[in-house]
């Protein structure tokens, strides 16, 4: 079995500090939270960013300062989200692509998301997965119903992902498929032969579906994106508080962490050099 990738979403575009006190905003915040994950087990952190009064944000300077900062403290993988929040426009959520970061999302379908509508049409899909493209910069599929596996296998057969593919399997968000240990199952069977994943529990669901994953051999993400309670009604302290629980238990399983190196190396992502990895665009 492959090493442990452990994947921390930060921040997100949804929770805010009355929901949670502990929730990273500012770009020296992210960073500083960024680092507590490297230095817990984290090979990958998956961010979003807020703007000056914490609403969820796609412009690409506060990216470009987030991901300098991120690497004047460790050399974690940066993964950027593409999906930006419900209410951002396609053009809003290609531009931070631009900075080339070693990784960045790829949702390829649309789906119901709380009282919302997480909209990924077919063009836009396509889009962004040119942008990817053209930037040398690895996707992670997201995928929140199982009809997105296929939509991104179309992809490959368009020359706009290249194979293996790596997924990001997201359970449990109120609209699209519930976080249930069948529902896992299903997802991983159907994913083509030689692809790698990720589960994203949301909720109640990120521990179990975590420790599921632990013993499939898949990789796993936790985060305040996700979920924002260490146990029923308590507040985590910090998304590293979340990574070392995975941490724990992983060993305990006999499955080994891997480095963000060796995550690079798992995932074909080339290594840029330490000035370009934030001074691109």
Not at 163 to 172: N, S, T
Not at 184 to 192: G, I, Q, R
Request: contains cysteine; proline residues 6%.
């Amino acid at each position: 079995m492959s090493k442990l990738i452990l994947t921390a979403a930060l921040v997100g575009a949804e929770v805010t500090r009355a929901q949670t006190p502990y929730i990273p905003l500012t770009p020296a915040e992210i960073a500083e939270e960024a680092y507590r994950c490297h230095q817990a087990g984290a090979s990958i952190v998956h961010i979003h960013v807020r703007d000056k009064d914490g609403n969820p944000s796609q412009d690409k300077e506060i990216f470009r300062e987030t991901l300098r900062l991120i690497r004047e403290r460790c050399d974690i993988i940066v993964q950027i989200s593409t999906g930006g929040a419900v209410t951002a426009t396609v053009e809003e959520r290609v531009a931070p692509i631009a900075l080339r970061p070693e990784m960045a999302t790829l949702t390829t379908g649309t789906c119901n998301f709380g009282d919302d509508v997480f909209m990924n049409s077919p063009q836009y899909v396509e889009r962004i997965a040119k942008a990817l493209q053209e930037n040398g910069v690895k996707p992670e599929v997201e995928v929140f119903e199982v009809g997105m596996i296929q939509n991104a296998l179309n992809l490959v057969k368009k020359g706009l992902l290249s194979e293996p593919v790596h997924f990001d399997l997201v359970l449990g968000v109120p609209g699209a498929i519930p976080g249930t240990a069948k529902n896992l199952l299903h997802l991983v069977e159907s994913l083509p032969p030689g692809a790698t994943w990720t589960v994203a529990g949301i909720g109640r669901a990120e521990l179990p579906l975590a420790v599921m994953a632990i013993v499939l051999g898949g990789h796993v993400r936790v985060g305040f994106e996700d979920n924002i309670y260490y146990a029923k009604g308590v507040l985590a302290k910090s998304n590293a508080e979340l990574v070392a629980r995975v941490v724990r238990i992983a060993r305990e399983c006999q499955r080994e962490i891997a480095t963000p190196d060796e995550a690079r190396e798992m995932f074909g992502i080339c290594r840029r050099p330490p000035a370009a990895r934030h001074q691109e665009g």
